[in-house]
């Protein structure tokens, strides 16, 4: 019996904290249609903050506790609404949700960089202090966060129901243009509620710091628990929210006490909120298409079918020269490595860059890829199709409960099953198991094997240039173009008869798919697999990467494929400033998410200016060779060839002038 | 106007809505709605603005659910049914606020619409249907290859009807389809309006043009507030008072020209009323000044 009672009391402490954090997310989500994924990265952030205040400092309690919530987080969340996700709201859910997650990985390279790693504790508050209640002992910090949460929840009501300004919030929630018509800011009204909302997430982080303690990464993922609470709460309501937030603290707090330990329902301790998430998420209501939003995105240039498969060569043959050239087997594996990142990111490309839909987890598809690859023990082409095959029915099984909703709730579904992954199943005996390994065979085509790890690389590339033509051949194609009409306007794809729904699921089955092959593909060349090559996380700065480059096209896959191969590598051999190129990466991407067509689409934009500027200067240049007057435009179209154009480069504008970006 | 009823043969009529009533909180946007559309006639919807045209279009098309009452279309209830169920049983809509495929060339808008109706099938190989046939039909061949967000509203409004007629849909639901037009292509609209009914398709269009509107409708609705306050033929519209009140604002006899004229004045006010109404709102502005006070008092508190 008082076991049940302190284990309440944990939940009740713990669910107060998730709550005072989804209740800021929920306030900027509400007034400004972003949801803020890097939420708790900015509660991890300020809790570093807090700590370098109270404790390295050795400033006053009060004092730290004031700088932090009474200045520089609202300062933080009023900057941040201002500069980086104004507008947001009104555009694509994918562009926000990338930029969000840029945040969130930049954050996360900061604190790594500016506090590096080391040991660090924040004591609770008042950490002597306590009541005995009965048999059970309940910390004053327990009971603080619990009266915090309770105050908080006073104070947004009385803002928003009895301040002009809170009127103002909640006017905005549904139409921050005709607030703007009857004399409000909603300008102010957004910068406020960021303001308010960073500062609750940094109390929550704070709160939560002392018993969780000082890590990246923990502080960062309990928001998932806020995202949780929030869904309940449907991101509207704040009183469901508090409901939501208590009664997930308080489930945890009897998972963790009345679950076994050991065997696998030991895994799903850890998994609550996340299972919590996923089944609330599946519980939400059918959305609604939304007409009136259609905007047509100017995407990067389709090449020509010709032109792929002349660039796809090429990069076979740049490979084929480096295996031929006596490459180190470490080196070999790292563009190996680099062609799986850059399939994974041809998945992205289909269902992002021409879907229109983000998914957070894309890395954790191409781990299923693996382990039905290592499992199967078949290392041969059926093997290979069949876990690429699992991996396709994982993927539509993860969309397949949120089929009704759109947009923002598939993503965060991807997100709730990439954690359970990681958590609960990766780590399970049946799978890689507890920081276990698997073994898998190479690959063996027609019964040849190939076991020399440059053939595989080379096989792996042609993989990777197989698959790039064939979503090129189904973008030009009719799926393709329907792809693009959904992305542009749902409601009329529905209105034509189109089944959203299914479709929206074989898309998804069908990128899972791809990131599979390309799991299954790395399985072969590591030989020995694991949970801790397929972590969550590092599917984010995949996403970012993929969008940095340029998510709407080949090239872009492929250089972002390279881009995060090297990640890992400049991070060991400057370990000084490893945190430093990860906030690069998110803050970069925040510069550049809203483009989608990224840094491919600029160099493609600059080929274009070379062939059309530069070229007809060097023609000019060139002595003119007696008697070749005759072949000189087959001169030419060579040279054309020749130039530095990446994989993309569209065709020279058709006679009718247009650009070919709908070709 | 010839008589164009039955000309299906069906006993029921092509399209039936049965006293819908849609709420918005606490406010009603569509009271009690009963009218009918039938196969090989021009019917249309009119009435003020925020009277509930679009609402009852999004009723009908099935991207909003009314809070009570039925639609029936080709005798079958289509009430709950999805969006594109609708469309596979023959129904074609366009949209007030334009959601033509912006990143496409308004030659391909039209063939993934055909491509779609074609299902499976369509989304592996091109259709034989020729595209380039419908758009002349409607009058569009000399966009053919432009990317469908940089044309003039017009234009898009009538590659918007080209789309739906990719589909040969028995019904079609156009939301103010001449809007954009200048009054030569309004008139070429109308011939092709009588040209498409004439095929045996039941058309119902919202429309402000209300020269467009008495020449080529068989039978007119009148919204106001929600509610049906007249139906019948153009005559017979033009001269009932409950439409002058709710055109004009008061009842004592107006001269018919004054209807008539009063049309270019509605329009003029819905232009500058459109304008009030953000971007990503329902176009109708009683879907949005209710929904502002309907999720506030409740939703976040």
Same mark, same amino acid.
């Given at each position: 019996m008082s076991s049940l009672i302190s284990f309440t009391i944990l939940g009740l402490f713990t669910g107060a904290a998730y709550a005072i954090a989804a209740s800021g997310l929920v306030l900027t989500y509400t007034t400004t249609r972003v949801f803020n994924i890097a939420h708790g990265a900015f509660g991890m952030v300020m809790a570093f903050v807090f700590w370098d205040f109270s404790q390295r400092q050795g400033l006053n309690l009060f004092l730290s506790l004031f700088l932090v919530l009474g200045v520089i987080a609202p300062a933080i969340g009023w900057g941040i609404q201002r500069f980086v996700t104004k507008g947001l709201g009104e555009g694509p859910v994918s562009v926000a949700l990338v930029v969000t997650v840029g945040l969130f990985v930049g954050l996360i390279g900061l604190a790594q960089q500016v506090w590096p790693p080391e040991p660090r504790t924040v004591p609770p508050f008042m950490a002597s202090s306590g009541v005995q209640l009965g048999d059970t002992y309940v910390t004053a910090h327990q009971i603080i966060t619990i009266v915090i949460s309770i105050g908080v929840a006073l104070a947004l009501y009385v803002l928003l129901n009895r301040t002009r300004i809170g009127t103002a919030m909640r006017a905005s929630v549904d139409n921050p243009e005709l607030l703007r018509l009857f004399g409000g800011k909603p300008d102010t009204v957004a910068a406020l509620s960021w303001a308010i909302g960073i500062s609750l997430a940094a109390l929550g982080g704070i709160l939560l710091s002392s018993v969780i303690g000082l890590s990246y990464y923990d502080l960062t993922l309990l928001v998932i628990n806020a995202y949780a609470a929030a869904m309940l709460g449907r991101l509207k309501s704040l009183p469901l929210t508090f409901v939501g937030a208590m009664g997930l603290g308080i489930l945890q707090s009897f998972a963790v006490a009345y679950l076994p330990s050991d065997g696998f329902l030991a895994g799903t301790r850890a998994v609550v909120p996340a299972l919590f998430l996923f089944v609330v998420i599946v519980a939400m209501p059918q959305a609604q298409l939304r007409i009136g939003q259609v905007k047509g995105i100017v995407s990067a240039p389709l090449p020509s079918i010709t032109k792929s498969v002349g660039w796809g060569g090429a990069l076979l043959v740049l490979v084929a020269l480096l295996v031929g050239g006596g490459m180190s087997t470490a080196n070999l594996l790292l563009v190996g490595t680099a062609a799986t990142y850059a399939m994974v990111m041809l998945s992205l490309v289909l269902?992002? +860059?021409? +879907? +229109?839909h983000v998914s957070l987890a894309q890395l954790t598809f191409a781990g299923v890829g693996a382990l039905a690859y290592a499992k199967l023990e078949q290392p041969n082409l059926a093997g290979l199709f069949l876990a690429a095959a699992i991996a396709a029915g994982v993927g539509a099984l993860v969309a397949l409960p949120v089929l009704r909703l759109t947009g923002l709730y598939l993503a965060l579904s991807t997100l709730a099953f990439g954690v359970l992954m990681d958590k609960m199943i990766f780590q399970a005996e049946f799978a890689f198991g507890f920081n276990g390994t698997l073994q898998a065979g190479r690959l063996s085509v027609l019964g040849n094997a190939i076991e020399s790890t440059g053939g595989y690389v080379l096989v792996m590339t042609l993989f990777l240039v197989l698959m790039g033509i064939a979503l090129l051949l189904l973008r030009r194609g009719p799926l393709g173009r329907v792809l693009i009409a959904m992305r542009d306007s749902p409601a009329a794809c529905g209105t034509l008869g189109l089944d959203m729904r299914w479709f929206r699921v074989g898309l998804f089955g069908l990128s899972a798919g791809m990131a599979g092959l390309a799991g299954a593909l790395f399985a072969g060349l590591r030989g020995t697999i694991g949970a801790a090559d397929f972590q969550f996380f590092n599917s984010l700065p995949l996403l970012l990467l993929a969008v940095v480059f340029g998510v709407t096209s080949v090239t872009g896959a492929t250089l972002g494929g390279v881009g995060l191969m090297l990640l890992p590598v400049m991070q060991s051999n400057n370990p000084g400033i490893a945190g430093l190129i990860f906030a690069i990466l998110g803050f970069g991407a925040v510069a550049l998410g809203r483009d989608p067509n990224g840094l491919a689409n600029l160099m493609f934009g600059l080929g274009r200016r070379l062939q059309a500027v530069v070229l007809p200067q060097l023609r000019d240049k060139l002595p003119v060779l007696p008697g070749s007057r005759g072949s000189d435009d087959g001169e030419d179209a060579d040279l054309a060839d020749l130039l530095p154009t990446p994989l993309d480069t569209p065709q020279p504008p058709d006679s009718t002038g247009k650009v070919p970006a709908h070709a | 106007m010839p008589d164009h009823q039955h000309v299906a043969g069906a006993d029921a009529p092509l399209l039936e809505v049965d006293h819908v009533v849609v709420q918005f909180g606490g406010v009603t946007a569509v009271n009690e709605a009963t009218f009918v559309a039938e196969a090989g006639t021009v019917t249309g919807l009119i009435g003020p603005n925020g009277a509930g045209k679009t609402t009852c279009f999004n009723v009908i098309s099935g991207l909003q659910k009314p809070t009570r009452g039925k639609v029936r279309f080709r005798g079958r209830n289509v009430t709950g049914a999805p969006v594109h169920r609708r469309s596979k049983r023959g129904m074609g809509r366009t949209f007030q606020r334009l959601e033509a495929f912006g990143s496409l060339s308004v030659r391909d808008n039209v063939r993934v619409a055909h491509d779609i109706h074609r299902g499976l099938a369509g989304l592996v190989r091109p259709g034989a249907k020729d595209i380039d046939a419908l758009l002349e039909r409607v009058g569009i061949s000399a966009y053919a290859d432009e990317r469908a967000d940089s044309i003039p509203t017009g234009t898009a409004r009538l590659l918007e009807l080209a789309r739906c007629l990719a589909g040969d849909p028995k019904l079609l639901l156009l939301d103010e389809p001449s809007s954009g037009l200048d009054e030569t292509e309004t008139d070429d609209f109308g011939d092709l309006l009588r040209d498409l009914a004439a095929e045996g398709r039941g058309i119902l269009m919202v429309e402000h043009d209300m020269d467009l509107v008495m020449g080529v409708c068989d039978t007119i609705h009148v919204l106001d507030f929600g509610s049906i306050i007249a139906s019948g033929a153009p005559g017979e519209i033009r001269r009932d008072p409950a439409v002058q009140r709710a055109y004009l604002g008061y009842s004592d006899e107006v001269p018919e020209h004054e209807l008539a004229g009063a049309g270019v004045g509605v329009s003029a006010v819905e232009e500058t009323r459109t304008d009030l109404v953000p971007v990503g709102a329902a176009s109708d502005a009683t879907t949005v000044i209710p929904a502002v006070g309907a999720t506030t008092p409740e939703d976040v508190r």
């Open positions: 269902l992002t +860059g021409y +879907g +229109g | -």
